[in-house]
DNA sequence: CCTACCGATCGGTAGG
DNA sequence: CCTACCGATCGGTAGG
């Protein structure tokens, strides 16, 4: 594990225990036994690793759904293996998941407008697969954004209370999710 | 509006927009044209500021749900007003739902054991109130917690997405997340 | 409700 | 990768 990426996931812990403004860079540099300087030698300004965990972020999310799609021709496996992607994803990558929802005002605002565009297209996936499945005539969805913000929102919960150790184990919820984004469209 | 009224309802609008941390006293103060250490003959300090800002909202809650639920003997009617009732509150009160869902780990130790007891407590009514479906035979739910994180969750979303100018009416919403709400169930 | 001011902490730089 | 240090800003207090 290099320097720099033992920076950004001590900065994704702290990020996600804190908060972005909450968290000094003494306190990343703390917890990898450096001088707050010395962090200098290896990212160019807090504002840029907080920028790079959340594009990392998103940019990882949008290949999962590609890959995830890919893997059926059914439009609702399709559906079902989308929604399951997404969800072990908010429980693999739950903290930086978490950082990637609840720290969008703190970034700069050319960065916040690029990261925006780029979950508008991940939303966009899901609205063109709904649609592919309206055109198809297999799904009467009416309002395919809104489904998408539904399944998204349903979905995003889990980087807040998901629990490693808690009552329901990933493949559990993974199956529950699943079931349940396909109930919402047929 | 009393000047302790103007305080609150400024700091909601800044914690929304920046988050707790990243807005000062003094921007709260320009709001309202006042000096920052002029708030303090207002409030006791920043913290508690955020503090009696969260505790309101989540009382708030709690009280719309029990008269939503005491308005129908009907289970499924009850289960829908609740969600309507949710919707309703996260759409009016948007910014201050916003602000009490992000800034949870802004609170001091003490006041955030608080706030999680009554957001349990939120949580509880409706587990309670599927539970009572399950008894009456009517709801066959073999999972009443984790429907509960399921329709706050979905809900959720429209104190981050929701726009009054937006594609979609508050009533329009309110119907659909009632609807969606009861098929969770059935 | 104001001005004047405090100690603490912050992100970041200089220089080695 | 470190020590030494900078200017800026913060929440909060004193005193009127």
């Known amino acids: ?6 920076i950004q996931s001590a900065a994704i812990e ?8 909450a968290t000094s860079l003494k306190e990343i540099a703390d917890r990898i036994n450096l001088r707050a300087p010395s962090l200098y030698n290896h990212i160019e300004s807090k504002q840029k690793l907080l920028q790079d965990i959340m594009f990392d972020g998103i940019d990882v999310l949008n290949s999962e759904f590609d890959e995830a799609v890919a893997q059926s021709e059914d439009i609702f496996e399709k ?4 929604a399951q992607a997404l969800v072990r994803h908010n429980i693999r990558r739950k903290k930086q998941a978490y950082v990637n929802s609840t720290e969008i005002p703190s970034l700069e605002a050319g960065a916040r407008d690029e990261l925006v565009r780029r979950r508008r297209s ?4 899901w609205v063109k697969l709904i649609e592919s499945g309206v055109s198809a005539g297999v ?3 009416s309002e395919p954004l809104l489904t998408t913000f539904n399944i998204i929102d349903l979905c995003a919960g889990l980087s807040r209370w998901y629990r490693p150790d808690g009552r329901w184990s990933e493949e559990r919820l993974v199956a529950h999710y699943g079931r349940l984004t396909v109930s919402m469209l047929v």
């Open 14 to 21: 702290l990020f996600y225990e804190q908060g972005y403004n």
């Open 1 to 6: 594990m290099s320097r720099s990426d033992e």
């Open 122 to 125: 991940y939303a966009d996936r």
């Open 139 to 141: 799904i009467v969805s």
């Open 79 to 82: 559906i079902r293996l989308a």
